[in-house]
């Protein structure tokens, strides 16, 4: 039995399995997908979900060193949807029976955009019936905040950690007192606290970034106990200060099969957890997405964003569906998750079976 069979027979891997098993060649690797297709079958079947991404405004106030929307980036065009260019992304949706939108922007906490958002959940809802499931990703908030929206109808919450390193977290991200680690963890413990689904994310491919490190983002995301996850490549935008260490980077293939492989170990480590099939796969496989979902994700994102401002929402480059109508992308997601063997789940929500199984109190069993 190879090294690869034997740790993929452990109950519980520990961080030198993980880095071994992030390490495999093109031949192991295969054994590791085997392994999580077949755990993906049986815990949570066949079925993919989609959520509507409405990609609501790009204006930051943060400086990600890795994001093409950050604050100092002064080639963007700035944006903020209408409350009716929600209301039409969010009707779609429901007609399209997805059940289930995400709203996402950068990072802003004034007053008027709490204001804005929790008044717009409620239009939402009112104009679907309460038949949509929410997700927010608008960034870190404060406990008040994020108490309004849930109230107002929000179910989930997405807060990538980005890197679970806080040394690692300290480079990719300027010293100016907006970004800091202990704050961000802070947010999803609070998160989890006032009873949303809680979903968390890393990145993967970064310059300084080790197979230990995302060894440990797995570990990170397990002993966090999230519901969702969603991670993808990091793709280099050349408007941003880590361009420059674009020559640190692994070749794009590898980054993603390194994905893949992030997505197939977090599928065996938490099994009953929703798993995105990023945009980002996609924007260096063409079938990236479909490669996701084979080896363990279960949760699909059509962009629902209005054409016009989808070039303005360029967090890195090459990204797909740009000129892409709400419409088509739905049509071309189906056919390709149909090409994968999967089966979508229309009108279903799709919460977690985890979720629902920490909100009963019932025990893991593995
Ligand atoms: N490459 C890949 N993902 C990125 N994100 C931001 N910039 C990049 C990039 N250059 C991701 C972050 C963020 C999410 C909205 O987009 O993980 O949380
Ligand atoms: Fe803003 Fe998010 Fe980009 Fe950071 S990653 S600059 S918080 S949009
Ligand atoms: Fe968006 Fe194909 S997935 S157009």
Not at 72 to 94: C, M, P, Q, S
Not at 247 to 268: E, H, N, T
Request: neutral net charge; proline residues 3%.
């Amino acid at each position: 039995m190879s090294q690869t069979e034997k740790i993929l027979r452990k109950e519980q891997f520990d961080r030198d399995d993980l880095v071994k098993l992030l390490n495999t060649d093109q031949q192991e690797r295969l054994l590791l997908f085997k392994k999580s297709e077949e755990v993906k079958q049986s815990f949570v079947g066949n079925k993919v979900y989609f959520r509507g991404l409405i990609e609501f405004s790009n204006r930051c106030t943060k400086n990600c060193m890795y994001c093409g929307v950050r604050a100092g980036n002064t080639k963007v065009i700035r944006y903020d949807l209408t409350d009716d260019e929600v209301l039409e992304a969010a009707r779609f949706a429901h007609q399209q029976r997805f059940a289930s939108i995400v709203i996402q922007s950068g990072e802003k906490s004034t007053a008027s955009f709490t204001a804005r958002i929790e008044t717009l959940l409620k239009k939402i809802h009112e104009a679907t019936r309460h038949e949509l499931h929410v997700t927010l990703s608008l960034g870190e908030q404060s406990e008040s905040t994020y108490r309004r929206w849930r109230e107002a109808g929000a179910q989930r919450y997405l807060l990538r950690i980005e890197v679970s390193n806080p040394e690692l977290y300290k480079k990719l991200h300027p010293d100016n007192g907006k970004h800091d680690y202990n704050r961000r963890l802070e947010a999803l413990h609070t998160l989890k606290s006032l009873g949303y689904q809680l979903g968390t994310g890393v990145m993967i491919g970064l310059p300084f970034q080790s197979p230990g490190d995302l060894a440990d983002d797995l570990l990170f995301m397990q002993a966090l106990d999230i519901d969702m996850a969603g991670m993808g490549p990091y793709i280099e935008h050349h408007d941003t200060p880590l361009y420059r260490y674009r020559d640190l980077l692994l070749p794009r293939k590898d980054r993603f099969y390194l994905s893949l492989k992030m997505v197939a170990l977090l599928r065996i480590m938490m099994k009953n957890i929703n798993i995105a099939a990023t945009t980002a796969m996609q924007s260096i496989d063409p079938q990236g997405r479909e490669k996701a979902i084979k080896v363990g994700a279960n949760v699909i994102m059509p962009n629902l964003t209005p054409l016009k401002y989808r070039e303005n929402y360029l967090l890195y480059q090459d990204k797909p569906c740009i000129d892409e109508e709400a419409e088509q992308c739905r049509g071309c997601l189906e056919a390709r998750i149909h090409m994968a063997g999967a089966e979508i789940a229309w009108g279903e929500w799709g919460d977690s079976d985890h979720y629902q199984k920490r909100q009963a109190g019932v025990p893991e069993t593995d």
